[in-house]
C-alpha cells in the first residue's frame, strides 16, 4: 500500500516478550489485508512497536493474538486532536505480553500447587490438593 503521508498512524500495536511464530502471524495478517500498511517499526529489548494505519485493524489484530497464542491484551485510547468539523479522533494501542505460562501447566502459587485453567485478565486454576477453583493475579505467576 502506498502513502502519500509516509508517518501517518491511528494505532500502535505493542508486542512483549514474543517468539518468532507470532511475528510471522503479525506480518501475514497485515499482508492479508490491502487497505493497512504498518508505517513504522521500533524495536525494544523485550518487543517492537507496530505503528498501523488503522485503529480498528489494531484492535482486531490484537484480538486475534490473544486467541490463538493466549497471554495478555490491553487495548487503550488515546485523544489525539480534533478534526475541523469538531469530532474527536483518538490513536488506538494494543499492548500484547506472551505468558510464560500455558492453560495447562502445573505451577506454585502461595505456597500451593495449582493447574492453570485460564489465562486473561484474570487467571483462573484448580488447587490439585482440594480440587477448588481458585482467581489468581497475573502478578504472581511472573
Known amino acids: 500500500m502506498k502513502l502519500s503521508r509516509p508517518n501517518y498512524y491511528q494505532g500502535i500495536l505493542q508486542l512483549r516478550d514474543i517468539n518468532d511464530e507470532i511475528l510471522d502471524f503479525v506480518h501475514n495478517q497485515i499482508k492479508k489485508r490491502g487497505d493497512v500498511a504498518a508505517t513504522k ?38 485523544l489525539h486532536t480534533k478534526s475541523r468539523h469538531g469530532k474527536e479522533l483518538y490513536r488506538v ?28 485478565k484474570k487467571v483462573f486454576a484448580r488447587d490439585l490438593k482440594t480440587g477448588k477453583k481458585v482467581a489468581i493475579r497475573g502478578s504472581e505467576l511472573r
Open 41 to 78: 517499526i521500533v524495536g525494544f529489548q523485550n518487543g517492537m512497536d507496530i505503528y498501523l494505519t488503522s485503529q480498528k485493524f489494531v484492535t482486531i489484530l490484537g484480538k486475534k493474538l490473544k486467541d490463538n497464542f493466549g497471554g495478555e491484551l490491553k487495548i487503550s485510547s488515546k
Open 93 to 120: 494501542n494494543a499492548l500484547f505480553r506472551l505468558s510464560k505460562h500455558k492453560a495447562g501447566d502445573v505451577v506454585l502459587v502461595r505456597g500451593e500447587r495449582v493447574r492453570l485453567l485460564s489465562i486473561g
